[in-house]
Protein backbone atom coordinates (compact mmCIF):
# COMPACT_ATOMS: atom_id res chain seq x y z
CA UNK A 1 0.00 0.00 0.00
CA UNK A 2 1.63 3.12 -1.12
CA UNK A 3 1.17 5.83 0.76
CA UNK A 4 -0.30 9.10 -0.57
CA UNK A 5 1.54 12.27 1.89
CA UNK A 6 -1.51 14.61 0.70
CA UNK A 7 -3.47 12.28 3.46
CA UNK A 8 -0.83 13.93 5.97
CA UNK A 9 -1.87 17.67 4.96
CA UNK A 10 -5.52 16.67 4.93
CA UNK A 11 -5.75 15.18 8.12
CA UNK A 12 -4.22 18.43 9.16
CA UNK A 13 -7.22 20.28 8.08
CA UNK A 14 -10.06 17.69 8.51
CA UNK A 15 -8.87 14.96 11.20
CA UNK A 16 -11.01 16.25 13.69
CA UNK A 17 -14.15 15.08 11.19
CA UNK A 18 -13.23 11.48 11.71
CA UNK A 19 -14.06 9.02 14.10
CA UNK A 20 -11.23 8.95 16.67
CA UNK A 21 -10.22 5.48 15.44
CA UNK A 22 -9.79 6.44 12.16
CA UNK A 23 -7.96 9.68 13.03
CA UNK A 24 -5.21 7.41 15.05
CA UNK A 25 -4.99 4.94 12.83
CA UNK A 26 -4.47 7.82 9.83
CA UNK A 27 -2.09 9.85 12.27
CA UNK A 28 -0.08 6.60 13.44
CA UNK A 29 0.56 5.48 9.51
CA UNK A 30 1.19 9.14 8.05
CA UNK A 31 2.77 10.82 11.11
CA UNK A 32 4.48 8.18 12.89
CA UNK A 33 4.86 6.28 9.51
CA UNK A 34 4.12 2.90 11.37
CA UNK A 35 3.35 0.15 9.30
CA UNK A 36 0.28 -1.37 9.17
CA UNK A 37 1.27 -4.94 11.25
CA UNK A 38 2.85 -2.33 13.89
CA UNK A 39 -0.51 0.13 14.08
CA UNK A 40 -2.40 -3.44 14.40
CA UNK A 41 -0.20 -4.58 17.23
CA UNK A 42 -0.70 -0.63 18.90
CA UNK A 43 -4.43 -0.70 18.40
CA UNK A 44 -4.83 -4.70 19.23
CA UNK A 45 -6.47 -4.65 16.19
CA UNK A 46 -6.17 -6.90 12.64
CA UNK A 47 -4.00 -5.79 10.03
CA UNK A 48 -6.79 -6.07 7.58
CA UNK A 49 -8.66 -4.04 9.97
CA UNK A 50 -6.12 -1.30 10.10
CA UNK A 51 -5.96 -1.27 6.50
CA UNK A 52 -9.45 -1.07 6.01
CA UNK A 53 -9.75 1.73 8.33
CA UNK A 54 -6.88 4.02 6.42
CA UNK A 55 -9.14 3.26 3.25
CA UNK A 56 -12.33 4.83 5.45
CA UNK A 57 -10.52 7.52 6.37
CA UNK A 58 -8.93 8.73 2.90
CA UNK A 59 -12.18 8.26 1.01
CA UNK A 60 -13.65 10.73 3.82
CA UNK A 61 -10.59 12.80 3.93
CA UNK A 62 -10.82 13.12 -0.28
CA UNK A 63 -14.92 13.63 -0.52
CA UNK A 64 -14.42 16.38 2.75
CA UNK A 65 -11.96 18.30 0.59
CA UNK A 66 -14.34 17.34 -2.50
CA UNK A 67 -17.15 19.56 -0.78
CA UNK A 68 -14.89 21.94 1.47
CA UNK A 69 -11.71 22.46 -0.87
CA UNK A 70 -10.56 24.13 2.12
CA UNK A 71 -6.87 22.68 1.75
CA UNK A 72 -7.36 23.92 -1.93
CA UNK A 73 -8.37 27.41 -0.70
CA UNK A 74 -5.70 27.74 1.50
CA UNK A 75 -2.97 26.61 -0.77
CA UNK A 76 -4.42 29.18 -3.27
CA UNK A 77 -4.79 31.93 -0.53
CA UNK A 78 -0.80 31.18 -0.15
CA UNK A 79 0.51 31.47 -3.85
CA UNK A 80 -1.61 34.66 -3.56
CA UNK A 81 0.25 35.32 -0.74
CA UNK A 82 3.92 34.74 -2.12
CA UNK A 83 2.58 37.17 -5.56
CA UNK A 84 1.56 39.93 -3.42
CA UNK A 85 4.83 39.70 -1.39
CA UNK A 86 6.74 39.48 -4.69
CA UNK A 87 5.25 42.43 -6.08
CA UNK A 88 5.90 44.68 -2.90
CA UNK A 89 9.52 43.80 -3.44
CA UNK A 90 9.90 45.26 -6.92
CA UNK A 91 7.45 48.24 -5.61
CA UNK A 92 9.68 48.72 -3.21
CA UNK A 93 12.84 48.32 -5.12
CA UNK A 94 11.50 50.73 -7.66
CA UNK A 95 11.51 53.48 -5.20
CA UNK A 96 14.81 53.74 -4.82
CA UNK A 97 15.00 54.45 -8.48
CA UNK A 98 15.39 57.79 -10.12
CA UNK A 99 11.93 57.55 -11.97
CA UNK A 100 10.33 57.15 -9.00
CA UNK A 101 6.64 58.10 -10.39
CA UNK A 102 6.21 56.22 -13.63
CA UNK A 103 8.11 52.98 -11.48
CA UNK A 104 5.62 53.29 -8.78
CA UNK A 105 2.24 54.27 -10.28
CA UNK A 106 3.02 51.16 -12.86
CA UNK A 107 3.88 48.78 -9.90
CA UNK A 108 1.11 49.91 -7.61
CA UNK A 109 -1.34 49.47 -10.61
CA UNK A 110 0.05 45.64 -11.37
CA UNK A 111 -0.13 45.40 -7.36
CA UNK A 112 -3.96 46.44 -7.32
CA UNK A 113 -4.61 44.21 -10.42
CA UNK A 114 -3.28 41.30 -8.69
CA UNK A 115 -5.41 41.73 -5.93
CA UNK A 116 -8.11 42.42 -7.50
CA UNK A 117 -7.99 39.14 -9.95
CA UNK A 118 -7.49 37.32 -6.85
CA UNK A 119 -9.90 38.26 -4.71
CA UNK A 120 -12.39 35.24 -5.04
CA UNK A 121 -9.27 33.76 -2.64
CA UNK A 122 -10.40 36.35 0.33
CA UNK A 123 -14.03 35.35 0.50
Same mark, same amino acid.
Given at each position: MA???????? /??VYGGMLTEKQRD?? &?LYYDEDLSL? &? /? =? &??? +?ISRQ???DSIKRGEETLEQLEEQLGLMRKQKAFDEFI? @?? @??? =????????? +? +? +??????????? @???NTIESNSDILD
Amino acid at each position: MAKDLKFADL /ILVYGGMLTEKQRDVL &ELYYDEDLSLG &E /I =A &ENL +SISRQGVRDSIKRGEETLEQLEEQLGLMRKQKAFDEFID @TL @TQQ =AQVLCKSLS +S +S +SIPHLVKQNAQ @TLLNTIESNSDILD
